[in-house]
């Protein structure tokens, strides 16, 4: 799952399974999270938001739960392909000043 | 990458020399925001800005300068470089609300000697 210290939680998946990643975080007035893709050398990607008035959301291919009495988020990617390969990573908006808040992350293997 | 170009896209540089990284957009979006990401930290935010000449520090803006002369241009500045800043930086652009549905550049990794 997500993590923000200096080691970064790797999930191995064949292709063609389901991943699911994982993010908790900390403060429960959070209103809204948001997923990025990062592949190496590149910036995070948009995959998918969520406010925190709802307990699901789906785009293409992926979902995102959310269960606000653990305070946990999960993104969810049905057939993982290769090119799902890449760093994944929540950010709740919360604090002061109702910034945006990233973890490390999560790295996604995806084996042929 | 959402019409967001950063330049330049790699930098070299020396401590205590001056450093400013462009970002241009071609979205007309109000708010732009300038993030540095680490090993271990995930993305910090530096600077952000909500409209022409408004901008307001974020987590991580001492050392930092920005100025917004126009909607698509969003500029950082290191006044005076130091090793702590050699980082990878993103600059991000979204629309209506602030913080919400961020799109990044695709980055610039400053090295500072």
């Known amino acids: 799952g997500e993590s923000v210290g200096l080691h970064l939680p790797t999930l191995s998946v064949q292709e063609g399974d389901n991943s699911i990643i994982n993010c908790a975080y900390s403060n429960s007035a959070s209103d809204y999270f948001i997923w990025y893709k990062q592949e190496s050398g590149k910036g995070p990607q948009f995959i998918i938001d969520i406010r925190s008035n709802m307990d699901k959301r789906q785009g293409q291919r992926v979902t995102v739960l959310l269960n606000k009495t653990v305070k946990h988020l999960s993104l969810q990617i049905a057939a993982t392909q290769p090119g799902d390969s890449a760093v994944y990573f929540c950010a709740p908006r919360e604090g002061a000043g109702n910034m945006l808040t990233f973890g490390g992350g999560t790295r996604l293997m995806v084996k042929p | 990458d959402a019409g967001i170009t950063q330049s330049p896209r790699h930098k070299v540089t020396e401590t205590g020399t001056p450093v400013t990284l462009r970002c241009h957009q071609t979205e007309n979006h109000r708010y732009m925001y300038w993030y540095r990401q680490d090993p271990g930290h995930g993305l910090r935010l530096i600077h952000y800005s909500y409209g022409v000449k408004d901008t307001d520090k974020g987590e991580v803006s001492d050392g930092y300068s920005v100025s917004r002369s126009k909607t698509e241009d969003f500029l950082l500045t290191l006044e005076s470089a130091t090793s702590s800043q050699t980082s990878v930086y993103f600059c991000?652009?979204?629309?209506?609300?602030?913080?919400?549905?961020?799109?990044f550049g695709s980055g610039t990794q400053l090295s500072v000697l």
């Open positions: 991000a652009i979204s629309e209506g609300t602030a913080n919400e549905k961020l799109f």
